[in-house]
């Protein structure tokens, strides 16, 4: 295996093997403390453009499912239609796998996809650092290939646009009540826990105009990058929030982007949350979940308007992790209901909006 550097903006640098595409890349390095789901992370839009540092030293272990579709065309085992991480950074790499449910190994899945992957690399002091430091850009350069150095933006790049749908696609269609899902970059099992409760979900790009479409509830997905950079999202939202007081349920990036179109500001968070075990309370009661997250950026609760609260709160830094309305059916969550992979504690919140429609 070649011989790779991480080197960081700080100047900071990490010496490893390679086990994936053997390509010098660039992006905001970024770290994610959960044990189990390279699969489903790696695929996951909110991914795009960064590296991702897994915490848990032994990856690999358990492979790569298939890359097969479901008769809607979305992928059975997968969060999106392909890797949408840049690059992948973890301690130590098995080649060797079991699991009832694989295909393949990660190191060829990864060099199918073009997606570097790194092993070798002490990713505690990595952690550590991003920790102290805050996330920063980083790249992954080979030792014996110097004069190919790549650079890469982060703040300032709209990623939704980058990683949203481009057309109207239809789901579960004649289902009955429909659902209007704008795409920041969604996970498949977003619309598989809609489609799931008997919905029809109609997926549509993140700055489409939808309030002239006939449709029963609004639902708002995750998504990479900053929030900021979605200005045309928001507009459209205010003005759906102006016509009619339909249901409006958000996830992730939704529910930053829902806090906007309410007059909030969001800020970045100095390392973000990537992992399966953020604690969050239900604000009001002592009721705890244990949340799946992936994000960078968080709303800013004290500049909600009057007619909004906080419905949820992290528990380790009092961040936010959910805003409601305190008249119309409008609610979001900072974390992943959906898990995939994850805990599962806070699905309901898609029983609630889809009792609410």
């Given at each position: 295996m070649r011989k790779v550097t991480l080197v960081l903006d700080d100047g900071t640098e990490f010496h490893g093997t390679s086990f994936g595409y053997e390509s010098p890349v660039a992006g905001e390095v970024v770290f994610n403390t959960a044990m189990t789901g390279y699969p489903e992370s790696l695929t996951d839009p909110s991914y795009a453009g960064q590296l991702m540092v897994l915490t848990y030293p032994l990856v690999g272990n358990y492979g790569v499912p298939?890359?097969?579709?479901?008769p809607d065309g979305m992928a059975t085992f997968m969060e999106s239609d392909k890797?949408?991480?840049?690059?992948?950074i973890v301690a130590d790499y098995s080649e060797q796998y079991s699991h009832w449910n694989a295909c393949e190994c990660l190191g060829d899945w990864l060099k199918r996809e073009k997606v570097p992957g790194i092993t070798g690399i002490d990713t505690r002091e990595l952690t550590k650092i991003l920790r102290e430091h805050g996330v920063m850009m980083g790249r992954i350069l080979f030792d014996d290939q110097p004069a190919d150095i790549p650079s890469a933006e982060y703040e300032g790049v709209n990623f939704v646009d980058k990683v949203s749908c481009k057309n109207v696609v239809r789901y579960n269609e004649g289902a009955g009540r429909k659902v209007v899902l704008v795409d920041c970059g969604v996970k498949n099992n977003i619309i598989r826990c809609l489609v799931n409760r008997g919905v029809?979900?109609?997926?549509?790009?993140?700055?489409y105009d939808y309030t002239?479409?006939?449709y029963d509830g609004l639902f708002l997905s995750n998504g990479p990058g900053?929030?900021?950079?979605?200005?045309?999202?928001?507009q459209i939202i205010r003005k759906q929030m102006a016509m009619s007081r339909k249901p409006i349920c958000g996830i992730c990036m939704g529910n930053q982007l829902l806090a906007k179109a309410a007059g909030a500001t969001i800020y970045k968070l100095k390392y973000g949350h990537r992992s399966h075990n953020q604690p969050v309370r239900l604000v009001g009661?002592?009721?705890?979940?244990?949340?799946?997250?992936?994000?960078?950026?968080?709303v800013d609760a004290t500049t909600l308007g009057a007619e909004w609260k906080e419905l949820f709160v992290n528990m380790n830094d009092g961040s936010n992790e959910g805003i409601c309305h305190v008249q119309n059916q409008w609610f979001s969550c900072q974390f992943h209901p959906?898990?995939?992979?994850?805990?599962?504690?806070?699905?309901?919140i898609f029983d609630r909006f889809v009792d609410v429609l």
């Open positions: 298939p890359f097969s579709l479901r890797i949408y991480a840049s690059g992948i029809e979900v109609i997926r549509v790009p993140w700055n002239t479409l006939e900053d929030p900021d950079m979605c200005d045309e999202a928001v009661t002592e009721k705890c979940y244990v949340t799946s997250q992936n994000h960078g950026y968080a959906e898990a995939c992979s994850g805990p599962t504690d806070t699905e309901f």
